[in-house]
């Protein structure tokens, strides 16, 4: 009581400068702000609150006149009394007004809007089980729609745990800066069909059989991250992000991360990337893409692919489907199984042997794939990067309870180092490593490894020199055995480069011998 005391006296002591409390954030409040939200959270208290919630407030004494004073019929001279009638008339007795004062100064002066809705948690359950409805919507119509933003996103807090998923991430209850939505359809243009792989590594979660919890978990994330703050129904977002999942898939994705421990902060982290597009933007304006290159069928010409194909493997050549969906794929953040039909996966057999594609992928295909993408956007005008994915503050993600694992925590290096030479397994490469089979598809499919047997490394390594060998071998008259001298490889290797580059071999004695360098 006498803490409260002392409080009041030095708010009324300046009652023209403002009120800093954590609650108000960096603009701190106004008296006349923190009276409005101590007269709504005391009537609430007086209304609801049992004896046993006030024994921290006040002494027994003290509690024991509030009664008293609560028992009495209200003397409002209105011929039915309100059952809440205390959020309307101040009280005339000292007791009742110094526990009301007292509580509601406990939430009004917690060290930040988490700890305010912890605070005040106790009081919105009462409400509630009074029977009166109390949706994080409604928070502000709890005294006319005067109190402050900052106690009605305690209040919102408060009720995180009891309000549907999707009603979480409309009112952003996962993080301090929860507010009513609004419309944030715009954020679609800047979201992938299927969130961004590194993304949906870390927030993705899984049985622990190793399968994952919902299929195409992909798109329902990058679905729920629309949904963030934003007043859209489920079904105009799914429309909104190119994608075919039902609004009872996304609803049951968000209802089993509130459910699992190890997702206990998906939501918290779904509403930073919101709020860091909002803030920041995108350098990729994915439905501009979505609308270009979904009608399209094939996005890579077939003799430059083959081509490399015969440079860089000796069978079992990837179909070019798989090539026309990675490039897809890739520009547009949309799994193949939406793109045209002619290349679009309808079984799951090829969806599986997409999959293998893209970690079996070798570094020199990869480059020629995102070449080939880089001049499809070029030949639209489009001056954006092939792909991108957005990037927060290692600081704000540590302490967030996450089902994936960082995506950056196993080098490149170390991901060379670990995968063997020739055929290899996924699990085998995620057991070295100590990691998820997901984690280590993510780091292939991003860091292509050469995993080829030595012949064939040579094989490809030949391929990137067969310019300039020619160029000795015809313009500067080299013979086959100078090439291999310089490159330190054979001559039979030389040899045989030509012939699979249709390069003429010359007599020999065509060309006087040079010397060899030193």
Not at 70 to 91: E, F, I, K, N, Q
Not at 305 to 334: C, S
Not at 406 to 429: C, K, M, N, W, Y
Request: hydrophobic residues 40%; positive net charge.
């Amino acid at each position: 009581m006498v803490r409260t005391q002392r409080l009041i006296d030095d708010l009324l002591a300046a009652p023209e400068q403002t009120v800093h409390w954590p609650l108000y954030g960096t603009g701190s409040a106004s008296l006349l702000v923190v009276l409005r939200d101590v007269r709504c959270l005391g009537g609430l208290i007086l209304n609801h609150a049992a004896v046993s919630d006030l024994t921290e407030a006040a002494e027994p004494a003290v509690l024991r006149q509030m009664e008293v004073y609560r028992s009495r019929p209200a003397a409002t001279g209105a011929r039915h009394s309100r059952l809440d009638v205390h959020s309307y008339y101040a009280p005339d007795d000292a007791a009742a007004t110094a526990v009301a004062l007292a509580a509601a100064l406990q939430v009004l002066a917690a060290p930040s809007v988490p700890a305010a809705g912890e605070a005040a948690r106790w009081l919105t359950e009462r409400i509630t089980a009074s029977g009166r409805p109390l949706h994080p919507g409604g928070m502000a119509l709890l005294s006319g729609d005067t109190i402050s933003a900052g106690l009605q996103a305690a209040l919102r807090r408060s009720r995180e745990t009891k309000v549907m998923p999707v009603a979480r991430l409309r009112h952003r209850t996962a993080i301090a800066s929860t507010r009513p939505p609004d419309n944030q359809d715009t954020r679609a243009r800047m979201l992938p069909t299927a969130l961004w792989p590194e993304w949906a590594l870390r927030l993705a979660p899984w049985h622990a059989s190793g399968k994952p919890v919902a299929r195409r978990t992909e798109e329902l994330l990058a679905t729920a991250c629309l949904l963030v703050g934003n007043t859209t129904k489920i079904h105009t977002a799914v429309r909104l992000m190119g994608t075919t999942v039902s609004s009872h898939n996304v609803s049951s994705l968000l209802a089993e991360l509130t459910r699992r421990p190890d997702c206990a902060d998906v939501l918290h982290a779904l509403v930073l990337l919101a709020d860091h597009l909002d803030q920041h933007g995108s350098p990729i304006d994915y439905a501009r893409r979505r609308a270009l290159f979904t009608p399209r069928a094939h996005f890579i010409d077939p003799e430059p692919w083959y081509d490399l194909q015969r440079r860089t493997r000796a069978n079992h050549l990837p179909d070019i489907t798989h090539a026309h969906r990675w490039i897809f794929h890739t520009l547009t953040g949309t799994p193949p199984r939406l793109a045209h039909p002619t290349i679009a996966p309808t079984t799951p057999s090829q969806s599986g042997q997409y999959l293998r594609f893209r970690w079996r992928i070798l570094p020199a295909e990869a480059e020629l794939l995102t070449q080939t993408a880089r001049t499809i956007l070029d030949e639209h005008g489009i001056d954006e990067p092939v792909q991108w994915a957005p990037r927060l503050a290692p600081a704000v993600l540590r302490p967030l309870t996450l089902p994936g694992p960082d995506p950056e925590s196993i080098t490149v290096d170390r991901l060379h180092e670990a995968v063997p030479v020739g055929d290899f397994s996924i699990a085998q490469v995620a057991r070295r490593l100590n990691t998820t089979t997901a984690h280590v598809i993510y780091l292939l499919s991003r860091h292509p490894v050469d995993w080829s047997p030595p012949r064939f490394r040579r094989t490809q390594h030949t391929a990137t020199r067969i310019g300039q060998w020619r160029h000795w071998y015809e313009h500067d008259h080299l013979s086959l055995q100078d090439i291999a001298d310089r490159e330190g490889t054979s001559l039979a290797s030389v040899r045989l480069a030509f012939l699979k580059n249709d390069v003429p071999i010359r007599p020999p004695g065509t060309f006087a011998r040079r010397r060899r360098q030193e």
